[in-house]
């Protein structure tokens, strides 16, 4: 069993969003394994890179779309999205000491804040979407 698992609870019925939260999740677990099993520093940073990097793709291309749309609620979701960034890297910069017992926190941290995002404020924009009738395939930046 995976660290983090995709459920049908966790779509937003836009089918590239919910694609992309899936690679999310996937980085999630990577990161998860890394931490578990006694990987060095430098692939435990590297996991941790990999997840930052995943995850300001995903959050450019989701304002991008909402910016599109007119999104009435995309600076506050926008806000939301640069906590995270801000706080992953605190833990980043904590982790990097050889003593840091970061690493079990940083994980519960990010998926407890991947899954209430997804369902409260990533649903809202979805719904916001379905009211427009908007054809989300023409909205997305390509992927990485």
Known sequence: MSFLEWTEEL????????????????????????????????EKSAAISRLLKMAEWHFVNEEAMMYRISYPQLQAHRTAHRRLIARVLEYKSDFDHPDSATGPELLLFVKNWLIAHIQEADRDYAQYVVRCHVDTQKLMVKTP
């Not at 969003?17 to 099993?37: A, C, P, T």
Request: no cysteine.
């Open 11 to 42: 779509s937003v019925q836009v089918p590239e969003m919910d694609r992309q939260h899936q690679d999310l999740i996937g980085v999630i677990n990577e990161l998860h394994d890394v931490m578990s099993d006694g990987k060095s520093l430098r």
